[in-house]
């Protein structure tokens, strides 16, 4: 099922680590552990501060050209936690790629999205098969994710994927044992 919900759009060079979360006061306080609501209540509130109170499961980040430049892991944790639903942006860095869909979060790079949609507009945005459906329901194009992707996607992460792989071989294994 293709994520659709409201956009909250962004412009260009967002920082991870300075505008998306404060890293500093992550350094500072917290432990190896992510504070999934603290990091949620901090999530984009030097860019607009409503955004913690305000954002609704199911709701599509839109950014800009270089977004979520400079970012450690708990930026992704962050987006994820508030309920964001997938990123859809001009470009990004390839480690802000991996690190958003090892935590569960698909991130889509569609140039043209910044100038087609504007804040609040209900968009859709379908990782598996790259399109990205506008309010006046036009279509961009985004390359869609590999299989591997989509079920990393699906599975919330690529621990809890990882963990119910090694389940599913354990059975498999037990069964085969059962049965000699």
Do not use: Y
């Not at 430049?69 to 802000?96: K, L, T």
């Not at 459906?133 to 036009?138: S, Y």
């Amino acid at each position: 099922m293709s994520p659709r919900g409201r956009a909250w759009v962004f412009g260009d060079d967002v920082s991870g680590d300075d505008g998306i979360i404060e890293f500093a006061i992550i350094r500072d306080s917290f432990g190896k552990e992510h504070d999934e609501a603290a990091l949620r209540a901090m999530c984009f509130r030097r860019l607009r501060p409503e955004f913690p109170a305000e954002v609704r499961p199911g709701d599509i980040i839109v950014g800009g050209r270089n977004f979520a430049h400079h970012n450690h892991v708990e930026v992704s944790v962050a987006i994820r936690a508030s309920g964001i639903a997938v990123v859809v942006v001009e470009s990004c860095d390839a480690g802000f790629l991996r690190r958003a869909l090892n935590a569960g979060l698909p991130v889509m790079i569609c140039p043209g999205i910044q100038g087609a949609v504007r804040d609040g507009e209900v968009i859709g945005a379908d990782p598996e098969t790259g399109v990205v459906t506008l309010a006046d329901g036009g279509t961009l194009r985004s390359k869609p994710f590999s299989p591997r992707m989509v079920e990393i996607w699906r599975a919330g992460g690529v621990i809890p994927l990882l963990e119910r792989e090694f389940a599913q071989r354990r059975a498999q294994q037990a069964r085969e044992e059962a049965t000699r």
